[in-house]
């Protein structure tokens, strides 16, 4: 069973807005935080957003004032908004989050599949 599932992602002009969704399933006993990162061919994922469960944001600066990430870490779901969208912001996007899916475990670092983001000029 994959741990986060994304939906959202999809063709979109440049200036156009998209909205990721991520849930983690049932089985986390522990959430601290969700995030979104990104991946360009060839390059590293890098983060695009984060939120804690006390609700502390981080953004890259790249998607500053573009994006917003929103959800709540009790209810194991996060979204990104993504407006006025960029042919740069093209990317695989991932949902991550840090957590443990089972008690007696360390707290440790779990991905999504992805979902395609393609923004046309």
């Known amino acids: 069973q994959v741990p986060l599932v994304e939906s959202g992602g999809g063709l979109v002009q440049a200036g156009g807005s998209l909205r990721l969704s991520c849930t983690a399933y049932?089985?986390?006993?522990?959430?601290?935080?969700m995030g979104w990162y990104r991946q360009f061919p060839g390059k590293e994922r890098e983060l695009v957003a984060s939120i804690t469960r006390s609700n502390s944001i981080n953004y890259a600066e790249s998607v500053k004032g573009r994006f917003t990430i929103s959800g709540e870490i009790a209810k194991k779901t996060v979204y990104l908004q993504m407006n006025s969208l960029k042919p740069e912001d093209t990317a695989a996007y991932y949902c991550s989050c840090m957590g443990r899916d089972r008690p007696g475990i360390g707290v440790n670092n779990y991905w999504g599949q992805g979902t395609q983001v393609t923004v046309s000029s």
């Open positions: 049932d089985k986390f006993v522990e959430l601290r935080s």
